[in-house]
């Protein structure tokens, strides 16, 4: 069973930055991929950012210059580096993790969520 625990996020400023980390366990010797995801009050969730196993990403346009998605295969953690952060960036932040392509994770969404984790940027 995956499992997934993000962490990182809290208030910032708009401009600032953060970093989120997301722990995964559960996967060993599988090729999934893992993804972010945000989902403000009142709207869809959308993907941000997906990495497969041998370290191919892609990005939503939305973020796409302002956030960058890496894993550390050794710690198991997947990260979410976000810069010049913007009040409409507000959102619950959840990583996902899937066996299909990375495309699909984006796109779909995964089967294995985490929790989440709240970023509120101020103006």
């Known amino acids: 069973q995956v499992q997934l625990v993000e962490s990182g996020g809290g208030s910032v400023q708009a401009g600032g930055s953060l970093r989120l980390s997301c722990a995964a366990s559960g996967y060993t010797g599988r090729r999934y991929c893992l993804g972010w995801f945000r989902q403000a009050p009142g709207k869809k969730r959308e993907g941000l950012a997906t990495?497969?196993?041998?370290?191919?990403?892609i990005y939503a346009d939305s973020v796409k210059g302002r956030f960058t998605i890496s894993k550390d295969n050794a710690e198991n953690t997947l990260y979410l580096q976000m810069n010049s952060l913007k009040p409409e960036d507000t959102a619950m932040y959840y990583c996902a993790a899937d066996l299909r392509d990375k495309w699909w994770l984006l796109l779909r969404g995964g089967n294995y969520w985490g929790q989440g984790t709240q970023v509120t940027v101020s103006s």
């Open positions: 990495i497969d196993s041998d370290g191919s990403i």
